[in-house]
């Protein structure tokens, strides 16, 4: 048997942009997806804290320290720039191998998305 338990989080970003001109996706700072052990293509879970909409939807790596978090295509009516999003990635795990895990969770400078050290 295998269960899915939470792996990343980047917490509170603040979205930058929504782009309904494009395929699909969200675009993420490079460092933010460096913090949180995140990889391009991987499938997240996207949370609107401002409005509660939530999608399901891959990355893409945008500009390192560029601060961005794009909503592409159609999330891009779910999302607007200044709303407080949660991104949260997966891990498919036995239940044995779950009790060792310890989910990376970065919570960016309010506003930049800039990592905190």
Do not use: W
């Not at 499938?43 to 893409?60: A, F, K, L, P």
């Not at 592409?72 to 709303?83: E, I, L, R, W």
């Not at 044995?96 to 960016?108: G, H, L, Q, R, S």
């Amino acid at each position: 048997m295998f269960i899915q338990v939470l792996k990343s989080k980047l917490h509170c970003v603040t979205v930058t942009e929504a782009n309904l001109n494009y395929m699909g996706s969200i675009t993420i700072d490079e460092a933010l997806m460096d913090a949180a052990g995140l990889f391009e293509g991987e499938m997240v879970h996207v949370v609107n804290n401002s409005n509660g909409e939530r999608i399901v939807t891959y990355i893409i790596k945008g500009a390192r320290n560029s601060g961005v978090i794009c909503l592409n295509g159609a999330a891009a009516h779910k999302f607007s720039p200044g709303d407080i999003a949660i991104i949260m990635a997966y891990a498919i795990v036995t239940p044995e191998e779950a009790v060792n895990i310890t989910p990376k969770v970065i919570i960016p400078e309010k506003g930049t998305n800039k990592i905190i050290q």
